[in-house]
């Protein structure tokens, strides 16, 4: 079966812009969840998202934002974008999420903000 | 809040040489899981173990899931240059929310 899909994998912005990142999981999958993998901090949970309702959230400040539609499609925003935004973003579905279950990553979503 | 630490954060070993990555919790976990991210690639699922105790093959690999729940091992047998790549372990929150991954353990294998 077709593997977690994310676009774009790259994308460049500068300071203050926003930015607009999708992840359509496994079929039957149910929960997309997102995190931010820098060198620095290593992988860091964003949200959680199962059947359409965010389920849990990470310690992020408000310019980060999800949403899943009802096909199960995710996609996360990030406003007024920051250098510190630069980081490789990672989707990964499940059939139940919360934490339990195997999670299945996306390649990602590499992020540079100039 | 939780928090999940692994050790070494980088380990050099040459090629057949055994290579160990240890991970504790600060809560008791319901399970854990590991996964192996290669360099360029993303986080794949290796196992999850459950049980208290608990020891788990695959072929080279070895995992074992701390008596009290709050520590894990990865042991690699013989590294090859193929085990190359940064190894989590991951816990979930005490409510079953979420995963939270640890800072992981980069093997780097020298032919």
């Known amino acids: 079966k077709a593997g977690v899909t994310q676009t774009p994998r790259y994308l460049i912005k500068t300071r203050g812009q926003q930015v607009t990142l999708s992840c359509s999981p496994i079929?039957?999958?149910?929960?997309v969840s997102w995190y931010q993998q820098t060198p620095g901090q290593g992988l860091q949970f964003l949200f959680e998202?199962?059947?359409?309702?965010?389920?849990n959230k990470g310690n992020f400040p408000g310019r980060f934002s999800g949403r899943q539609f009802s096909n199960s499609r995710s996609e996360m925003n990030v406003s007024t974008l920051e250098l510190g935004d630069s980081a490789l973003y990672l989707c990964?579905?499940?059939?139940?999420?919360?934490?339990?279950?195997?999670?299945?990553f996306g390649e990602g979503s590499r992020l540079t903000v100039l | 809040g939780q928090q999940v630490m692994q050790i070494p954060q980088y380990q050099h070993v040459q090629e057949g040489e055994d290579f160990t990555t240890y991970c504790n919790s600060s809560t008791t976990l319901s399970n854990i899981q590991w996964y192996k991210q290669r360099p360029g690639g993303h986080p794949v699922f290796l196992i999850q173990l459950v049980k208290s105790g608990e020891v788990k093959k695959q072929k080279r690999l070895t995992f074992q899931f701390g008596e009290a729940k709050k520590n894990s091992s990865l042991h690699i047998t013989a590294t090859q240059t193929t085990d190359v790549g940064t190894y989590f372990c991951?816990?979930?929150?005490?409510?079953?929310?979420?995963?939270?991954f640890g800072g992981g353990t980069r093997l780097m294998v020298k032919p």
């Open positions: 079929s039957g999958h149910r929960s």
């Open positions: 991951a816990g979930p929150d005490n409510a079953g929310n979420m995963l939270t």
């Open positions: 998202y199962f059947s359409e309702t965010q389920r």
């Open positions: 990964a579905s499940s059939l139940y999420g919360g934490g339990t279950g195997e999670l299945f």
